[in-house]
């Protein structure tokens, strides 16, 4: 069974920037999550989709941070524009139910 | 974001030595999860607790779900250079909550 597969791997770019994060979670997951992990850190949720409903997106900024799941399988995470301060790594993970997530490898993200 | 208290923060051990390390919380959980992450990698998930006082073993790695569900321990015998990494615990109230509170991870270093 494939994992959770998330695009690119790393992406640099100059602040103020825009930047689009992909990922396609396993085969048959209703529920998709983007978490950011700072260095050190562990994750934290940004947002949650049930199929193509995102329901819990209080801790996503909005100012800057958009994210979509249309058809309910795999889900964008854009920002616009970047800053300094969101370097870091974004995680999209999948599960079936809530009592499990498998995370993808990430998008290891530099903004300079 | 709310995360949870880990403990230690990082470890030095020799090979074959055994690791203790554990979680605690303020809140309740109804499940804990243990996950590895490697460098440039997504988090692995070793271990999922479901039940107060559950004991859990995945070859050598051991977990239990403490008695008051606010606390997690993982045991991990006879260890090997390939268990290097940081390990999270993380806490999930379940239900219409189905988000992961993660702990900010102990750093294990292995001496062959």
């Known amino acids: 069974e494939a994992g959770v597969v998330q695009s690119p791997r790393y992406k640099i770019i100059e602040k103020k920037q825009p930047v689009a994060f992909w990922c396609n979670p396993i085969s048959g997951h209703n529920t998709l999550y983007w978490y950011l992990q700072n260095l050190g850190q562990g994750p934290e949720l940004l947002i949650r989709y049930e199929n193509e409903e995102a329901v819990d997106d209080s801790q996503l900024p909005k100012d800057r941070f958009s994210a979509e799941r249309l058809k309910g399988v795999d889900s964008t995470l854009k920002i616009q524009p970047a800053e300094l301060g969101d370097s870091a790594v974004y995680l999209c993970?999948?599960?079936?139910?809530?009592?499990?997530?498998?995370f993808g490898p990430g998008t290891r993200l530099t903004v300079l | 974001g709310q995360q949870l208290n880990q403990s230690p923060q990082s470890m030095f051990i020799q090979e074959g030595e055994d690791v203790s390390m554990n979680c605690t919380s303020s809140?309740?959980?109804?499940?804990w999860l243990w996950y590895k992450q490697d460098p440039g990698e997504g988090p692995v998930l070793l271990i999922a607790?479901?039940?107060?006082?559950e004991l859990t073993s995945n070859g050598r790695l051991t977990a239990q779900f403490g008695i008051t569900r606010k606390d997690s321990f993982l045991n991990i015998s006879a260890s090997i250079p390939s268990d290097v990494g940081i390990y999270f615990c993380?806490?999930?109230?379940?239900?219409?909550?189905?988000?992961?509170?993660f702990g900010k991870g102990t750093k294990l270093s292995v001496k062959p």
């Open positions: 993380a806490g999930n109230y379940g239900g219409s909550q189905g988000n992961l509170i």
């Open positions: 607790l479901y039940k107060a006082g």
């Open positions: 809140s309740i959980f109804n499940t």
């Open positions: 993970a999948s599960s079936y139910d809530s009592s499990k997530q498998f």
